[in-house]
């Protein structure tokens, strides 16, 4: 089976940090056999290097015909006038985007997005991007559904993210969507990035977190982590830190960007994810190792995360897993 190809658009001047995002997150993940999952290559609209914004220019692989032969194609972030300012694309840019074959996935990293809004991809979807330019974005694109709360938003064949390093958690999410945990966690690994951060980009807007590390949650989080099991409840959370449940509550929530309930049930699903992938243990057995219960609840909350049932999500990912063992 051919790799995945993945091409990177380069758009004048490129942020350099999102565009070497992608070659770095797809281009570490390989199959048992040592053989590359996906192909990924830079192109600039007219084949010639890209300046970037902090002075500096990247050579692309080739023209923008790449696209036409792409199965994911990533917009970095950009500060092209027409999208980021004016609400419209460059004609040359938009025949571009019009060779992108039917059923190929669309992703942004960062200010990608206005590329992506400007082209009419978002228009009545979910999306995100940077907090700093959100007000820009609504006033320039209306008509997409913005949530700058997210690190990143899935709408099936159009992907955004929010700033910077969000792009990095985008593409560990395709990897995961793609291929299952184990390998979306080694490459993880490898780059020496968690492979999930919780929260949204709303945690960073404004320094939120504690000063002093005894005013922290993270303590009962990673309590909580080794006991998805047992029954947790909010108040065994604040306990173990040593505050009252609406303190621990919403210093949280400023740390995480969500709430305790919230977060617990995302990491029994992820939990689940992980034992559906690795062992053989009935469904039944799945939800209460990871504390969700019953069959009935990992269900509808794996259909809510991933959109299948776990006899599905096991039947997509569990190869991937024994080609490895």
């Keep these: 089976m051919r790799p995945h190809r993945v091409v990177v658009l380069l758009l004048e001047p490129v942020i350099g940090y999102d565009a070497v995002i992608p070659?770095?997150?797809?281009?570490?993940?390989h199959r048992p056999d040592g053989t590359p999952l996906y192909d990924v290559a830079m192109a600039s609209l007219d084949g010639r290097p890209v300046p970037a914004s902090l002075g500096y220019a990247i050579a692309p692989h080739g023209n923008a015909s790449l696209l036409a032969g792409a199965d994911t194609v990533v917009v970095p972030g950009t500060q092209l006038p027409g999208p980021r300012q004016e609400g419209n694309l460059p004609g040359e840019l938009a025949e571009a985007l019009?060779?992108?074959?039917?059923?190929?996935?669309?992703?942004?990293i960062c200010t990608g997005a206005f590329v992506l809004g400007a082209a009419g991809l978002l228009d009545g979807r979910?999306?995100?991007?940077?907090?700093?330019?959100?007000?820009?974005?609504?006033?320039l694109y209306p008509a997409v559904d913005l949530d700058p709360s997210v690190l990143f938003t899935d709408d099936?064949?159009?992907?955004?993210?929010?700033?910077?390093?969000?792009?990095?958690?985008?593409?560990?999410?395709l990897l995961r969507r793609d291929h299952g945990t184990t390998i979306a966690n080694?490459?993880?690994?490898?780059?020496?990035?968690?492979?999930?951060?919780?929260?949204?980009q709303a945690q960073f807007i404004e320094r939120q977190v504690p000063e002093r590390p005894e005013q922290s949650t993270a303590a009962a989080r990673t309590w909580a982590l080794e006991r998805l099991e047992e029954q947790i409840r909010i108040a065994d959370l604040a306990e173990v830190v040593g505050m009252s449940v609406r303190t621990f509550t919403r210093r949280f929530r400023a740390e995480t960007g969500e709430s305790p309930t919230t977060w617990l049930i995302r990491q029994r699903?992820?939990?689940?994810q992980r034992l559906l992938?690795?062992?053989?243990?009935?469904?039944?057995?799945?939800?209460?190792?990871s504390g969700l219960g019953t069959a009935a609840s990992l269900r509808a909350h794996l259909r809510t995360v991933a959109g299948v049932s776990p006899s599905a999500y096991?039947?997509?990912?569990?190869?991937?897993?024994e080609e490895a063992s």
Excluded: M, N
């Design 23 to 29: 070659p770095q997150v797809f281009g570490q993940a």
């Design 98 to 108: 019009a060779t992108i074959r039917p059923g190929a996935r669309v992703v942004s």
């Design 126 to 139: 979910p999306a995100t991007t940077h907090w700093k330019y959100v007000e820009q974005f609504e006033r």
């Design 156 to 173: 099936g064949d159009v992907l955004t993210s929010a700033g910077l390093s969000a792009g990095v958690d985008l593409c560990l999410h």
């Design 186 to 200: 080694a490459v993880a690994r490898h780059l020496v990035v968690p492979p999930w951060r919780d929260g949204g």
């Design 269 to 272: 699903v992820r939990h689940a």
């Design 277 to 289: 992938e690795t062992t053989d243990l009935p469904v039944d057995a799945v939800a209460v190792r």
């Design 314 to 321: 096991r039947r997509t990912f569990r190869v991937d897993v």
